[in-house]
């Protein structure tokens, strides 16, 4: 069978990575690997990480491009490379502009598609945006959905998919994860001196395109925990796109701000996940971090409205907090304040999966093969 896998952002390249190597490695699979280029130059680093080369470079990204101009051009040159090459069974991931046009462009061409971490939602339309239409979008464009939770696979059942097309397997990310922190690793210089002052680390990220107008608060809380608490470092690798560099500039990049918030570059996705199994605790919007951060048993904090990611709230390993400066601060005082609060989190079991996706995926993929 030729499948062809789509992806564009580094977290699509992380959890693809395990998928990606387990399906080169067996004789039945031929693997057709393209990379629109949504997020060039740090997914690269994921794929030279995992020694993945992509068939297709198609370089899509432009400077303040639209996302009608990034969606356009995509179905146009992805639905080139699928006049090329002509493949059985298309699999797609998550929920990216790149997950969508490659869903839909497959349907144009009347090509099956696999949709790999199907089922979440949020319920909310323009939350996050545009994410959670385009996971709504997939699900009706895919033939086959391999769901990372129980929760995931209601949700799909819910909305008349077939339950013989559903298949839970957990989430590629967790595969991933524990590949690389399981690695020997030694921090740059910058990276291992705050780690040697022998505070606890708190790791926090924010990029969600609906936070941008309420990044404020977020912001604010972080410097009152500087005020508050002594025996913290933050660390906080500050997102590339501008709407979140102009807040961080605004609120953080201040004359009396503490010297122990340390305001740097986004880091790789080997240095990243070595911090977070450094970290005591993980204030963030991501999505991905929702899900890996159990796994390294780091409570998360998650700045956010809502989560489609509901699994790790009701197993008690995130909290979702929103983005108001005083319930921030209250739950993190909290986790700071209170040992058995944050182990209460730091132990739970995670939701997500146990590192064998990868696997479970391929077995499935050789019995759809023979329905093809």
């Given at each position: ?5 789509i ?28 990379n ?34 990034i ?12 006049e ?147 025996d ?6 500050v ?46 919007d ?9 796994a ?11 989560t ?11 909290q ?41 995926i ?6 759809i093969?023979?329905?093809?």
């Amino acid at each position: 069978m030729k499948l062809l896998i789509i992806f564009g952002t580094r977290p699509e390249g992380i959890k693809f990575a395990p998928i990606i190597q387990e399906l080169t490695n067996t004789k039945e699979m031929d693997c057709v690997l393209v990379n629109t280029g949504q997020h060039r130059e740090i997914l690269d680093q994921v794929l030279s990480l995992f020694s993945i080369t992509p068939h297709y470079q198609l370089n899509l990204m432009k400077p303040n491009q639209t996302l009608e101009e990034i969606t356009s051009e995509m179905i146009k040159k992805i639905g080139e490379v699928y006049e090329k090459e002509n493949p059985d069974l298309v699999l797609v991931l998550g929920d990216t502009v790149t997950t969508f046009t490659g869903a839909y462009t497959a349907f144009l061409h009347r090509i099956p598609v696999g949709h790999i971490e199907a089922g979440l939602r949020t319920f909310k339309m323009y939350s996050p945006f545009p994410e959670e239409m385009y996971r709504k979008l997939v699900t009706s464009l895919s033939s086959y959905h391999f769901a990372p939770t129980e929760k995931s696979k209601k949700n799909l059942l819910q909305e008349g998919i077939p339950e013989n097309r559903i298949f839970v397997v957990g989430n590629p990310v967790i595969d991933a994860l524990l590949d690389v922190t399981g690695r020997p690793y030694t921090f740059p210089p910058s990276i291992q001196k705050i780690i040697n002052n022998n505070r606890r680390i708190v790791l926090v990220t924010t990029h969600r395109r609906e936070n941008f107008i309420k990044l404020e608060g977020i912001y604010l809380a972080l410097k009152q925990l500087l005020e508050d608490f002594d025996d913290i470092e933050i660390i906080f690798p500050v997102h590339p796109n501008p709407n979140v560099r102009k807040q961080v500039q605004k609120h953080l990049y201040t004359d009396n701000i503490s010297s122990r918030i340390h305001l740097i570059d986004p880091l790789d996705y080997e240095c990243f996940s070595h911090l977070m199994k450094h970290s005591y605790l993980i204030i963030t919007d991501s999505g991905g971090i929702q899900e890996e951060a159990p796994a390294l048993n780091v409570p998360v904090l998650v700045v956010r409205e809502s989560t489609e990611r509901i699994e790790g709230v009701e197993a008690g390993t995130l909290q979702l907090v929103g983005t108001d400066k005083e319930k921030i601060l209250s739950a993190t005082r909290k986790l700071l304040e209170y040992p058995s609060e944050y182990l209460k989190m730091a132990n739970t079991l995670n939701p997500y999966g146990d590192g064998t996706s990868a696997k479970q995926i391929g077995i499935l993929l050789n019995k759809i093969e023979k329905k093809i």
